[in-house]
């Protein structure tokens, strides 16, 4: 793990347009991390305190069945932001995240990020605001899988 | 009947079952062959004593037919049953290619959902025997779940031919190492050039709406995108008037269409 620069940082898609100094106040307490494949970065239930920004690699995250393989819920891959859970109560992880091949991300940490998101409403705002978007963008994609969108038209009744 | 509405006789020279409903057949004809055809362009298949539909044709340009069918009715199901020696009767081809030679210089992105990927088919072997014309080729997959990819025993080798090829399903199954998720995911993970890439589109209607408008999301402009639209191709000719989507006849001024001429038509409930 290592200290992580501003500019490295400001590079991600999440960051994005974000303002250099608040960039520069989330990488004191964000971590480049290496994640090799199998790697867990949580499991469900435990408690949730960071979140990740992917910047290669890919992690599955799964739901556990007992006496099954675990379930693959969506895997995401560089660009997306991995952890929720750390921003509202309970604070619980509600699935599992396993690296499913080698893995580079930005680790923030949650408790010192909320400090200075307490500290520096800006950086709390535009850090909401982001976590909103990446949230909705989630909850479209599983509305359009709902959708079952591969199935054949009309329920098959024809040709 | 003229020429271009007589179906000429084909044999089924092979079958090869793709998923449990979808077949692809590789035909020869008995007689004289219908024209030369452009990927991304469909033939009338008839099965004798059944009926007739429209099927795109899944092989690249050149003396063979190749058609990957999915049984959905009654004649899909004949078409899908038939075995190799049978006959089957073969009008076209019709309507637009893909062009995905426009692409050359560029990016050619193809982007599939479920048996999607058979129209595509032919014009992404097409760009991968001219790989040097392009610079990237992408290809995006999306299924409901690994067992009901098509062509999957030929991804490794259009990766080996230069493509990027990423692949997502709805539902993992035991050993699945691949994405998860909806198709449109995949189009930010591939790190498109949105200035530089021609995509090309096909799957289900509903897809191919939400597909194109997370491309424009991204940049790329509706004049860039190409979909393939479906409707009750009859006649292949654009008398009938059976496919008319709006101010087009789909069989001929289809099935492939600029998303920029589609998109105000695929919202209208009424067409």
Redesign the interface.
Known sequence: MNAVAASLLSGH?FLRGMHPSDVALLADATLAVELPAGHRLFDEGAPAANCWLLTAG?V?LDLPVPGR?S?????L????VIGFSWLSPPHEWQFGATA?EPTRAFELDGPAVQALCDEHPRLGYQLAMRMLAAAVSRLQ?TR??L????????G???? | MTAATLPARYRVASRAAETHDTVTLVLEPVDQPIGPHLPGQFTMLYAFGIGE?PISISGPAGPGLVQTI?S?????RGLCEAGAGQVIGVRGPYGTGWGEADAAGRDLVVVA????LAPLRGALLAALAARERYRRIVVLI???SPD?LVFAGELQAWRAGGADVLV?V?R?T?G??????????LI??A?LDPAAALVLVC?????MR?TARALCEHGVPPGNIRVSL?RNMRCGVAECGHCQLGPLLLCRDGPVVSYARAAPLLSVQEL
Request: proline share 6%; no cysteine; net charge negative.
């Open positions: 898609a890919q599955a393989p379930l693959i819920v969506e895997t891959g560089s660009g997306d499913v994609a359009i899988r959708l079952d969108l591969y199935a054949p038209p009309g098959g009744a024809a040709g | 539909v999915r959905v009715g009654a004649v899909t959902g479920g048996i999607g999306g299924a409901r009901e997502t709805d993992a035991a699945w190492a691949g994405h998860v998720g909806v198709v449109t995911q930010g993970r790190q799957g289900p209607e509903v897809m939400l479906e």
